[in-house]
């Protein structure tokens, strides 16, 4: 159990923009951090190295890391999806045309992105070219 007096393993502060996604990656050793304001970046917990970050002028509504962290993905309120690895310095993007809700990568195919939209439409994208 979580007890007060224990040390987090990792913090960083974000006070300025609010925060309003979080995820892990499937190792459990990089986390994503999406920040209201269009922010988004990548930490490794243990090292507490920022592995990569980028932004958009849009809302940011969820984001997540595929497989081992190599890949962030984020929705935003504009219906854009970018998929982002800083490994490759490439950033791909899906316009869903309508707010994204909700994301979530395959836990056994990183090449797999789930999402959901207020539309109520669900997508099911592989990531290709990367």
């Known amino acids: 159990p979580i007890q007060e007096k224990d040390s987090p393993v990792f913090s960083v502060d974000k ?3 609010k925060i309003s996604s979080l995820a892990f990656s499937n190792s459990g050793k990089q986390i ?12 490794d917990i243990f090292t507490k ?5 980028f932004s958009s002028q849009s809302q940011l509504t969820c984001c997540g890391l595929m497989g ?3 890949f962030a993905a984020a929705g935003f309120s504009d219906g854009q999806v970018c998929i982002s690895s800083e490994t490759y310095s490439l950033t791909s993007q899906f ?4 707010k994204i809700t909700c994301l979530k990568a395959s836990r056994t ?3 797999k992105l789930i999402i959901g939209v207020e539309k109520g439409l669900v997508y099911v994208l592989e990531v290709k070219g990367f």
Not at 95 to 98: F, N, P, R, Y
Request: hydrophobic letters at 30%; glycine letters at 10%.
């Open 15 to 17: 006070s300025m923009n």
């Open 32 to 43: 994503i951090i999406g920040q209201l304001n269009g922010n988004i970046e990548v930490f």
């Open 49 to 53: 190295q920022l592995y990569q970050s």
């Open 68 to 70: 081992d962290g190599t």
């Open 95 to 98: 316009d869903a045309h309508s």
């Open 109 to 111: 195919d990183s090449t």
